[in-house]
């Protein structure tokens, strides 16, 4: 399986704050994005979509989070493109891990969303029926 980085989303709360720093910062540019249920910027470099930004729902936490609770850092997901969905799904399915899965609008292109350590939350993309997107 290759695997290679897709993008990092941050769930930001103030997005348009937070995609005007980033564009002037590293000079990225606001490009086109999919059709999705909730609002948001996708910021490129060159042709490709790097940083992926929504608003975070949460609201600011006023009391003491108990041992066992986290709250939401602005980092919302890491995402990763793999070259084999098979694999992905067999892995998933070797670690015990639950999953959820949506797919993004207009393509065949399935976002899988698995929950790590910390509560990190990894997507992998990938294309199922042997088509490549590498």
Request: glycine share 6%; charged share 20%; aromatic share 10%.
């Amino acid at each position: 399986m290759n695997i290679r980085f897709d993008h990092l989303s941050l769930s930001a709360r103030n997005p348009q704050k937070m995609s005007d720093f980033l564009v002037e910062l590293l000079d990225l540019t606001v490009g086109d994005r999919p059709n999705l249920e909730f609002s948001g910027y996708f910021l490129f470099a060159g042709d490709k979509d790097v940083i992926h930004i929504f608003a975070n729902q949460q609201p600011e936490v006023s009391y003491q989070l108990s041992q066992n609770e986290q709250q939401q850092n602005i980092v919302h997901h890491v995402s990763f493109f793999s070259d084999d969905y098979q694999d992905v799904m067999a892995r998933i399915a070797k670690l015990g891990l639950r999953y959820s899965m949506s797919e993004v609008p207009g393509t065949s292109v399935k976002q899988i969303f698995v929950r790590g350590p910390e509560g990190l939350i990894i997507e992998i993309q990938a294309l199922p029926n042997g088509e490549c997107g590498l």
